[in-house]
């Protein structure tokens, strides 16, 4: 096995290689995560390893006729042994000196994504007949805030806001950093309004765009091999309000049809032809500012102006410090109810300690280490030197200047020092592309799927936009 090999066996996707006869002659050991044994179906063809598959319905076959490379394209098929198997796969053709000679494949195994997303349909199904069964006990208002704390203006003038957006039947546009409380807000949208209605929340960077389309439009019986007649989100919501978290992780041709259903009031299911009416209120959200989305063209114009007909901004929590008093109380109350405790509270100078602090994490990082001080400290009362002995706020400095405590308590890992150098790698991508994530990840030789999750992860957007930015300067 030469050295080119030994690299493609130990990446995780899998990568199959044909002939023109459609005889394989390459395969990873990923190929065994979707039920194959990637020696044994070397010399095989792909009609022997899959049984179910037609040539009309070849990847391969259609790669190998037309030169064209398939992108992307989810597949869900039967393997020799019966078992069903949902991947998503790209396929391109292998040339030399202008002649196809055959065909590769990459793919990565959602099966098990693609059995809970299906699971968690009749999940969403289920909560929403029961939501509409249940009556509204809601009587007093501000009873809706109760997990919305906060007395600075700008979450007094948020608070008025959301009394007069409540029961609008108009689009909604969140913008508001990671760990700031979009989602509390969605809820509190949904409890101030006048009747029952259902509200199904789903986080669009947690699926990959493939799935994630018959997620929110529904399927059809044949739409592809193992598919069923299933609702989508945007029936199940129908009459109700549905939450689009992330929604910029959409791709642009999801967004097109999001926009269509939008505009018409009417969804179609991946794979049928009839158009069904649906009723849907959208909240729709974003941690990235509209503005750099816009600006990077990471977003449709058309569609960002069908959402935004309302629109949310929620402060970090650095802008609004004299909260922060309020939501320690909050969250020590909350945790002494669910660990059985009795914290009476937080020292005057421990909480000047916490409001020195940035939050990059908002109001998630703070209640996590609310969390985290409930379950280690035994006295009745949190002092400075317990938020010091946890070894979570080791950050901490009066100063801002964090770095020397950081190299103190902060033991590197394996994992954290590969994930730097991913960055790294995908950092000289971008800028070499000028900021084209296609390019970028054709470079690295990845699933533009893929490159966009990794860039989200590391938070690379603004580093992206920054790199546009240079190449016409």
Known sequence: MNWEQNVINSINEGVMVVDTDLTITFANRAVDSIGLNHEKIIGK??????????????????????????????????TYRGERKTTLTSTYPIMKDGVIIGAYEVFQDFSALQNLKEQLIDLQKTRTDYQNKVDNKINNFEENFHDFIGEEESILKLKNQIKLLANSPSPIFIYGETGTGKEVIVQNIHHASSKNIP??????????????????FGTVKGAYTGAL????????????????????????????????????????????????????????????????????????DDLYYRLCVLNIELPPLRNRKSDIPLLINHFIAHFNEKFGKRIQGMSNEAIEYLMNYSWPGN????????????????????????????????????????????????KVSFKEEIEKKERQLIMEALQQSAGNISQAARNLDIPQQTLSNKVKRYQLESYIYKTKLLKYE
């Open 199 to 216: 509200l199904i929340t789903q986080n669009c960077a947690a699926i990959p765009d493939n799935l994630l389309e018959s997620y929110l």
């Open 45 to 78: 063809s792909v009609f022997d390893v899959f049984p179910n598959l037609i040539e009309s319905k070849s990847t391969f076959q259609e790669v190998i006729n037309t030169g064209k490379e398939i992108s992307s394209n989810q597949v869900t098929f039967l």
């Open 229 to 300: 007649d299933k609702e989508g989100l945007f029936e199940i919501a129908n009459g109700g309000i549905l939450f689009l978290d992330e929604i910029n992780s959409l791709s642009k041709s999801l967004q097109a049809k999001l926009l269509r259903v939008i505009q018409d009031q009417k969804v179609r299911r991946v794979g049928g032809t009839k158009e069904i009416p649906v009723n849907v209120r959208i909240i729709a959200a974003t941690n990235v500012h509209p503005r750099e989305l816009l600006a990077n063209k990471e977003f449709r």
């Open 363 to 410: 109001i998630r990082e703070l209640k996590n280490m609310i969390e985290r001080l409930l379950n280690i400290v035994q006295t009745d009362n949190i002092e400075r030197k317990d938020i010091q002995l946890t070894d979570y706020l080791q950050l901490l400095s009066t100063n801002g200047d964090n770095n020397n405590v950081r190299e103190t308590f902060h």
